[in-house]
T-cell receptor, first 112, second 116 residues
Framework: GENVEQHPSTLSVQEGDSAVIKCTYS??????FPWYKQELGKRPQLIID?????GEKKDQRIAVTLNKTAKHFSLHITETQPEDSAVYFC???????????FGPGTRLSVLP | NAGVMQNPRHLVRRRGQEARLRCSPM?????VYWYRQLPEEGLKFMVY????????ESGMPKERFSAEFPKEGPSILRIQQVVRGDSAAYFC??????????????FGAGSRLTVL
């Protein structure tokens, strides 16, 4: 089955700097890659996603890039703010009818 | 739209008791997923269901755990004879059935189970 790895497990950046979180997946047939943000004690919430027919997607300060050949995708957050502090999870899905496999998460701390 | 509704939000059980966690998907969603999250850890897939059908239960422990999603009513995750290691947050998520938007996974607020 699909396996998703995620690095780093923890990341601290200064406010205003950029943060990058990387994920790799094992099954080349996976075609959908969402990113979720989970604040302490709360539910995971979708922040951005990308499909396998697209190489990059951007939404204001966040962007996701996908390299299908290398089977990895990354989350980029620019101009980080303290409210960006949370745990971020990447995920991969083979196709409709399959479950979503999540990475182990990255705890991002944005220092004021 | 009320979103994905889970109850109870907090449940305390003694070892050996049964725990029942309920999940009502978002309106228009017919697929339900259950994930377990231990403190400071990730989201571990347990089971994926649609009404009256288990699609994938590869993440479910072989014993004591079961899940259902009946034709009427919420999906239920049932844990029999709970042990301390079952203490975790159990998140339910749902997605639409139609291909368009079927990849969008929406989470509930979670049910936090504590086993004494």
């Amino acid at each position: 089955g699909e396996n998703v790895e995620q690095h780093p497990s923890t990341l601290s950046v200064q406010e205003g700097d950029s943060a990058v979180i990387k994920c790799t997946y094992s099954d080349s047939a996976s075609n959908y890659f969402p990113w979720y943000k989970q604040e302490l004690g709360k539910r995971p919430q979708l922040i951005i996603d990308i499909r396998s027919n697209v190489g990059e997607k951007k939404d204001q300060r966040i962007a996701v890039t996908l390299n299908k050949t290398a089977k990895h995708f990354s989350l980029h957050i620019t101009e980080t703010q303290p409210e960006d502090s949370a745990v971020y999870f990447c995920a991969a899905r083979l196709n409709y009818g399959q479950n979503f496999v999540f990475g182990p998460g990255t705890r991002l701390s944005v220092l004021p | 739209n009320a979103g994905v509704m889970q109850n109870p939000r907090h449940l305390v059980r003694r070892r050996g008791q049964e725990a029942r966690l309920r999940c009502s998907p978002m309106k228009g969603h017919s697929h339900v997923y259950w994930y377990r999250q231990l403190p400071e850890e990730g989201l571990k897939f347990m089971v994926y269901l649609q009404k009256e059908n288990i699609i994938d239960e590869s993440g479910m422990p072989k014993e004591r755990f079961s899940a259902e999603f009946p034709k009427e009513g919420p999906s239920i995750l049932r844990i029999q004879q709970v042990v301390r290691g079952d203490s975790a947050a159990y998140f339910c998520a749902s997605s639409p059935a139609q291909a368009a938007g079927a990849n969008v996974l929406t989470f509930g607020a979670g049910s936090r189970l504590t086993v004494l």
